[in-house]
């Protein structure tokens, strides 16, 4: 591929043309009137598709550099132009991320490993179906291997907090993800060894939860203030890309290559995706600099043992007795378990009740699985709306916040309620009405989940890790005896949605109830 610029001073007319027998391109400038500058730099960039083989001699022009009056000098991809007229002949800058900001790089490969954690993480809720068939296993002991995951999960939460804090964010990413990747890998290895499978599992639990901490301390102190809420929806909404790639891609696998092929396919990406990271580095000089308001972690050069006390210190300045005094809180808490309960034992067995109870096929159940998240991103950016225009109008943010969170207990449970209750639907009117109203429980993203902001800016990530580690347990114990109940009452109505549907809505009047989105002083008392 060439392209040319040919400029005549005197004329102040440029033309501008590409490969051979295409019409020049032709602009005036607005030069009259000012002097012109002896020199004129510049850079472009051409995305054409070259249609014509070029002249073998041409190309040699091209790659050796063109002379104007035999003067020009080639000088990278930017080139220089004497006064008077010439050809210059330029190379294109490829690939075409090749000049965006470091920290753009940093976001994009981080939103790209937070889509391989959901893919690592819906994996298993589609093999758990070919590999009860393969080794026996009842309902009971699949909930016990679907539920070990959530036992390093909730458990790393936040330990991954303080890890990023001493060690950075960047580096307790790779090993997060190094070690779910491998232990991913293994699992078709050790899986006819039951205390093995659970510990790999339990591996990827540890190494997803560390996770969310890493990224957030790797967008604070990487991103300004300016692009950072951007940055989080773009890093954090690779979790529902990810969802919807495993539930996409898993049966295909499984049908074609086994079970096995699963794990060690996405164990690979994840492989891969750190040998990639390591040519990602941040930006030099820090951009903390430039912006005064940066969020400050610890240095890097300084002493573990150093580390260590200033972490201390810093958990001890922690307000952790009034945090436990407020109505507001205890209400986040509650209410993120009871999300939680339907949310992890939804994500589990909902493929399991499609294949079983609605008679759906592997491919079928997988790709009917996809449609909650997928309709749930599609709520997610009405439900945004709805909430801040509702604030704008001037309705209390409190009512706003109980709203939405109303709406995302009740939406579900009233599904599974309907889903539940022979009515003689069909299996896709099943399917619809609960995509339905696991889409809708999105609304949490602005009720539940934009709460810890309002009542305590200063304490939010505090109050999202604490209400996060109680969200975790329903992943240990629900998963479990959802498969528990189901073996003792083989009624997917009592193991699945009963749970479900008591928790969302003592979850809504608890809610209700004591929910505040008013700033709180969290000061320590004497």
Same mark, same amino acid.
Request: glycine fraction near 8%.
């Given at each position: 591929?060439?392209a040319r610029?040919?400029? +005549?001073?005197?004329? +102040? ?8 027998d ?6 005036r400038?607005?030069?009259r009137n ?22 073998f001699?041409?190309? #040699? ?6 002379d104007?009056?035999g ?8 080139g /220089?132009?004497e ?23 940093l976001? =994009? ?11 690592d993480?819906v994996?298993?809720?589609?093999a ?7 080794? =026996?296993?009842?309902?009971?002991? &699949? ?10 999960y909730? !458990?790393?939460? !936040? ?5 990023a804090?001493?060690?950075?964010g960047?580096?307790? !990413? ?6 779910w ?13 039951m ?6 599992r339990i591996?990827?639990?540890i ?5 969310p901490?890493?990224?957030? %301390?790797?967008?604070?102190r ?13 890093v ?8 919807v ?10 049908e ?21 990271? #390591?040519?990602f580095?941040e ?8 912006y005064? $308001?940066?969020?400050q ?5 300084? $002493?573990?043992?150093?580390s !260590? +006390?200033d972490l201390?210190?810093?958990?001890? %300045?922690v ?15 509650? &209410?993120?378990?009871?999300?939680s309960?339907?949310?992890? @034992?939804?994500? $589990? ?7 079983e /109870?609605?008679?759906? %096929?592997?491919?079928e ?6 449609l ?12 945004? #709306?709805?909430?801040d225009s509702?604030i ?9 916040r ?11 449970? @009233? ?6 209750? %022979? ?5 896709? @009117?099943?399917v619809?009405?609960l995509?339905?109203?696991?889409a ?6 602005? =009720? ?18 604490i209400?996060? @580690?109680?969200?975790?347990?329903p992943g ?5 005896l ?32 004591l929910?505040?989105?008013k ?8």
């Amino acid at each position: 591929m060439t392209a040319r610029i040919i400029s +005549n001073a005197d004329s +102040n007319l440029f033309k501008f043309s590409h490969g051979t027998d295409v019409k020049a391109l032709q602009f005036r400038t607005s030069l009259r009137n000012q002097p012109i500058k002896r020199k004129l730099k510049f850079r472009v960039f051409c995305s054409i598709k070259e249609r014509e083989r070029e002249d073998f001699a041409e190309k #040699q022009r091209i790659l050796n550099g063109l002379d104007v009056k035999g003067q020009l000098k080639e000088k990278e991809s930017v080139g /220089e132009v004497e006064n008077g007229d010439g050809e210059v002949g330029f190379d294109l800058d490829w690939p075409p991320w090749k000049n965006l900001p470091q920290r753009y790089k940093l976001i =994009g490969t981080t939103s790209l490993a937070f889509v391989i954690c959901n893919m690592d993480k819906v994996n298993l809720s589609i093999a758990i179906i070919p590999m009860s068939h393969q080794f =026996g296993w009842n309902a009971s002991v &699949a909930g016990l291997v679907q539920s070990s995951f959530f036992w390093g999960y909730a !458990l790393s939460q !936040l330990p991954g907090g303080w890890l990023a804090r001493i060690f950075g964010g960047r580096k307790v !990413l790779e090993v997060g993800v190094i070690v779910w990747s491998l232990a991913t890998a293994l699992v078709p290895i050790v899986a006819g060894f039951m205390p093995g499978l659970i510990l790999c599992r339990i591996l990827v639990g540890i190494g997803e939860g560390v996770s969310p901490s890493a990224a957030t %301390d790797m967008i604070a102190r990487t991103i300004p203030i300016a692009e950072r809420s951007r940055a989080v929806s773009f890093v954090f909404g690779g979790l529902s890309v990810g969802s919807v790639l495993g539930l996409l891609l898993a049966p295909p696998l499984i049908e074609n290559y086994g079970w096995g092929s699963v794990f060690y396919i996405f164990g690979s990406l994840g492989i891969a995706w750190f040998s990639i990271f #390591q040519f990602f580095k941040e930006d030099k000089p820090p951009l903390a600099a430039a912006y005064p $308001s940066w969020p400050q972690s610890f240095p890097m050069n300084k $002493s573990l043992k150093s580390s !260590l +006390n200033d972490l201390g210190s810093s958990v001890k %300045d922690v307000p952790w007795r009034e945090f436990f005094k407020s109505k507001a809180v205890w209400a986040m808490i509650y &209410a993120h378990f009871c999300g939680s309960w339907g949310h992890y @034992t939804c994500l $589990s067995w909902i493929p399991t009740y499609f294949s079983e /109870e609605l008679n759906l %096929d592997l491919t079928e159940a997988a790709w009917v699985s996809v449609l909650p998240p997928l309709a749930s991103i599609f709520v997610t950016s009405i439900a945004s #709306q709805l909430a801040d225009s509702l604030i704008a109008k001037g309705v209390e943010t409190t009512v706003v916040r109980k709203i939405c969170q109303t709406i995302a207990f009740i939406s579900p449970a @009233t599904c599974m309620i309907l889903s539940s209750l %022979d009515l003689g639907l069909s299996p896709w @009117t099943v399917v619809l009405i609960l995509t339905g109203g696991l889409a809708l429980s999105s609304f949490a993203l602005s =009720g539940l989940y934009c709460t810890h902001q309002d009542i305590s800016p200063e304490y939010a990530s505090v109050l999202l890790g604490i209400t996060n @580690t109680v969200g975790a347990v329903p992943g240990i114990i629900g998963v479990a005896l959802t498969g528990y109940l189901l073996d003792s009452t083989h009624s997917w109505g009592m193991s699945l949605f009963a749970p479900s549907i008591f928790f969302y809505l003592t979850g809504t009047i608890v809610w209700l109830a004591l929910a505040s989105s008013k700033p709180q002083d969290f000061s320590k008392s004497d």
